[in-house]
Structures are given as C-alpha cells and as structure tokens.
C-alpha cells in the first residue's frame, strides 16, 4: 500500500498532522491492527519501503520475533548472548530478512573498515 499524503522531510516517511503533532503513518497502520502503541520504529516488513498496509506493518520486537521464528523454522540455532567480539545480543543481534543472525555492531565496524580502504585507494 503506498502512503500518498504527507511525508517527513528528512526521512520521506508518511505523516499524518494531528494539530501540531506529526503521527508516523507505518505507526497508525500498526495500531489499527494491533490495538496498542508500537515499541520503536514501526516499518513494514513485506520489502517495500514506507508500505502503510496494517497487515504489513510491525514494530522493533515484532520484526525480531519475526525473524526469530523464520530462524527457527529454517533450522537455525538460538540467538548467541554475545558475539565472538563480545558485543551484546539483546542490543546488538539482527536478524537478516533470510534468517541469517548477525552482530549489527561488528557489521557496522566492517563496514567503517571498508570505506575507510576505499577513501585510502
Ligand atoms: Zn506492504
Ligand atoms: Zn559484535
């Protein structure tokens, strides 16, 4: 479902404006399936960026217990506590779209390191 109304300037996500106040639309989708307010960002997990679908919609612990469950499903083993850096999981543990678990923070050194090869080249 594409958004067409407004959009956040700086993040292009859906708005809604209530008064003065900028509601995210992906988070309206979200409570309208759900009946509660969402837990950090709400996004859609079908793969098309800023869907507002309600059915599409999940918020930070769903997309996790999503991912978590395709992890299982697709044989994999239970989240590490820590990473082999020792970065910690609960904040720190992703799980890719394929199921595949990552560290985010390790991921994010990795990619400090390529580009930093590449402004050196
Ligand atoms: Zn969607
Ligand atoms: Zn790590």
Known sequence: M???GERNATSNRPLLSHG???HSA????????TGRDPVGQVRADCGMQHCVAPDHVEDAPGRRRNREQLRYISGGRALQERCRNDHDQAEHGRVAADGRAYCNACKRARDARSQARRDAA
């Open 2 to 4: 594409d958004w067409t």
């Open 20 to 22: 003065y106040r900028h």
């Open 26 to 33: 992906a988070g309206i989708a979200f409570r309208i399936r």
